[in-house]
């Protein structure tokens, strides 16, 4: 089920007034059986899975509880790892890496006789399988206590806002959050109204109406204009911002609806000055689950600075594999493990450049913005290239090589002027949400002011109206 | 009780704001200089009407003027679907006595729904297009009826804005095909379809323009010659069949 569906409306009419009409037992199973309903709407045969992982990590995680041993809880972590890795190895990457390996193969001279499963990828299993692991983690770290209450533990992890595309809310957050009966309240209501809005907003009108400009552009790049495909990057840097952060957005909105407070996902990523800033305000329930249970672990930066090239890079390839069985995926992860290298690089020099020149901060500011978002974007065009399966580097390759040829660099060798101008006015729009909201936050300043509230819902829904794509278009995220 | 005020408010100020605007746009479409607009303004008289798809887009008005001396009205547009294609000639025919009309016959074979939506901008002007929109795309038909700024999430509305001020006549496709493109046109096909039901509209169109004596031509504009272009004969063939 999408949130952007008529099915998806009428399960939340059927929800949330039977959410606040129950209370602790029989509001838990509802929560199950919602999520369960709202996962299984797209493959019932799935749920098996999240059971499974649910049922298995409840128990690891009291296994672990249990024992003081330190050889004991960590032969338990060990299991719940292998399982929940195993089932994300198996349903997302078995295929990749046997046609990785007989691309190898072949590259030695080998013909091995090996044929790949016919494997569907369990939707959100990348998401779920985290924010399973991370509790059986936390226990293991006694950074919270074990969950005695099953009903409470699968409630957790399928609780349908975030169970397909995050924010990947942890245990140690969502847990207690549980254990309070939350009342219906029209500050939770409008605030959580307001962010579903917003978030639709951007998947409907802003990411759904730069689809088909950035599909064109990634099915034959070949027939386009440098300057058609440069402003394509730039629709595609902001379609998956739109789409993923709108999702967020919807979740988030839900939950504080429902009375649960996620994590922020998204902090205006594209404002930042650095790469480790970027991954500060992008998806950073998942940077800050690898910085937490990958980067630190290995070390983070206290072995050196060789140490923590290896560690940032190390990060950043399992970051990007994450998000796909595709070497595209990689090199995606690649480029930022080098971005974020050259950065500890660059940054000091720039710094004593900015410092001799005596450098205006917000000309200082602008050029470190401008950078970090094209080099994010020259990324971005690999990343989109990781879902068009064997020619995902051939087409994201053609994509750049015709781009950087500047052949044909006009405003008239671009195609689909239409969906070019009705791009520009939503970025335009987006862009001037987001550089005020720092200063009002018009999400909180509307609980205020109801006529505001009136005034700024209407008209999000007339714009919705007027620049919206209604064709229930999936969330890109699902597929990671 | 004050919560509830503030809802039926609120739903007050979205349908009172929605139809506004709605009336701020319609008022700005029906300013407008685009084809359209200057058809069921009244100011579309002509001596020859074309229509149809991009192709007749290319039969430049302007040029077509200096070439036969007579006025020209075009009513083509970028992937016209053939059933809008066909209402808005006969709307045009019942507004303004022409002497040819000519028609693109490769429109026959574009029927793309997703389209049809961007004529809700004219669908309070004719009776015909909201008809087509409302057995064809019934959603967009229903939502438009509720909300009168989605009439204007499109393509034509956008169009009719940019020539606001000044007319469209200028608009044709004015790309130089490059040598790759050329090249590459070796190797490229398009295969057309004919769709009995646009073949009907079609023959429709041509005894509407008879039984007011008006002279209808079925014409094709030229592919570019390293193109292969598949079961053209077969179009022309059926068309031909039809029409005549």
Redesign the interface.
């Known amino acids: 089920m999408v949130f952007n569906s008529i099915t998806f409306l009428i399960f939340g009419f059927i929800f949330f007034p039977l959410y606040f009409l129950t209370k602790g037992k029989g509001r838990l199973w509802l929560i199950l059986l919602a999520s369960y309903v709202f996962y299984g709407w797209w493959d019932w045969r799935f749920l098996s899975l999240i059971m499974i992982s649910t049922f298995m990590d409840f128990n690891f995680g009291k296994l672990i509880g249990a024992t003081q041993e330190p050889h004991k809880r960590k032969l338990f972590l060990i299991f719940s790892m292998i399982m929940n890795l195993g089932f994300l190895g198996f349903f997302k990457y078995f295929n990749f890496f046997i046609d990785s390996f007989v691309s190898m193969m072949h590259a030695f001279g080998f013909q091995p006789a090996v044929t790949s499963l016919q494997i569907i990828l369990p939707i959100g299993i990348s998401f779920y399988t985290f924010q399973s692991l991370s509790y059986t983690i936390d226990i293991y770290r006694k950074e919270i206590p074990v969950e005695r209450n099953l009903l409470k533990f699968a409630a957790f992890i399928a609780l349908f806002p975030q169970l397909v595309a995050g924010p990947i809310v942890r245990a140690r957050d969502l847990l207690p959050q549980m254990n309070e009966d939350k009342k219906f309240s029209w500050d939770n209501f409008n605030s959580g109204l307001g962010r579903i809005l917003w978030g639709f907003f951007k998947k409907v009108a802003i990411a759904d109406s730069l689809a088909p400009f950035v599909d064109n552009c990634w099915a034959d790049p070949t027939k386009f204009s440098s300057s058609h495909l440069m402003i394509g990057a730039v629709f595609y840097s902001f379609q998956i911002y739109c789409d993923f952060s709108g999702y967020s957005d919807i979740a988030i909105g839900l939950a504080r609806i429902m009375g649960f407070r996620f994590v922020e996902n998204f902090k205006t990523p594209y404002f930042s000055q650095s790469f480790s800033e970027f991954w500060t305000r992008w998806h950073v329930s998942l940077s800050s689950w690898l910085r937490d249970y990958l980067y630190i672990p290995l070390g983070g930066n206290r072995k050196g600075k060789i140490n923590t090239y290896k560690n940032n890079m190390i990060t950043m390839l399992l970051g990007g594999l994450w998000h796909g069985a595709n070497l595209a995926f990689v090199f995606w992860g690649f480029l930022h493990g080098l971005y974020l290298i050259v950065q500890r690089f660059i940054t000091p020099v720039w710094r004593a450049f900015v410092k001799l020149v005596r450098m205006p901060a917000f000309i200082n500011s602008g050029i470190c913005i401008v950078t970090v978002y094209t080099l994010t974007t020259f990324a971005w065009i690999y990343f989109r290239g990781g879902s068009l399966g064997h020619h995902s580097f051939t087409v994201a390759n053609q994509v750049i090589g015709r781009i950087l040829s500047f052949e044909e660099f006009n405003w008239n060798s671009v195609f689909n002027k239409y969906q070019v101008i009705k791009g520009i006015i939503l970025l335009a729009f987006l862009l001037t949400v987001e550089i005020t909201n720092r200063r009002f936050t018009w999400n909180r300043v509307q609980l205020y002011k109801p006529a505001l509230r009136i005034a700024m819902v209407a008209g999000l829904i007339w714009m919705i109206a007027l620049f919206g794509t209604f064709s229930a278009n999936a969330f890109i995220y699902f597929q990671f | 009780m004050k ?1 509830a005020g ?1 809802v039926i ?2 739903i007050g ?2 349908f009172a ?2 139809r506004l ?1 709605g009336w701020f746009f319609q008022h700005e479409v029906e300013k407008s200089q685009f084809r359209y607009s200057r058809m069921y303004r009244g100011e579309g008289k002509a001596d020859i009407m074309i229509v149809g798809n991009s192709r007749g887009l290319n039969f430049y008005q302007p040029y077509m003027e200096q070439a036969t001396g007579k006025k020209t009205f075009s009513l083509c547009y970028y992937s016209m679907p053939c059933e809008i294609a066909t209402v808005l000639a006969e709307d045009y025919l019942d507004r303004y006595q022409v002497q040819t009309v000519l028609c693109e016959i490769s429109i026959v074979e574009m029927s793309e729904d997703k389209l049809l939506p961007g004529f809700t901008t004219y669908m309070p002007y004719s009776k015909r297009i909201d008809s087509v929109l409302k057995a064809k795309v019934n ?1 967009s038909w229903v ?1 438009s009826q509720v ?1 009168h ?2 009439r ?2 499109n ?1 034509v509305f ?2 009719a804005l940019f020539y606001r001020n000044h007319l469209d006549d200028d608009w044709f496709f ?2 130089t095909i ?1 040598e ?2 050329a090249k ?1 046109a070796l190797g490229s096909s398009v295969e057309f379809k004919v769709p009995e039901k646009h073949v009907q509209d079609l023959k429709q169109l041509a005894d509407y323009c008879r039984a007011r004596n008006i002279n209808i031509k079925f014409v094709i504009g030229p592919f570019f010659p390293l193109y292969t272009v598949k079961h053209l004969d077969l179009v022309k063939k059926r068309v031909e069949e039809a029409t005549v």
């Open positions: 919560k503030w408010f609120f100020v979205l704001g929605d605007i959603d939502t909300s700024i989605y204007f999430n393509e956008q169009r004015d790309h490059s790759r493109l590459e």
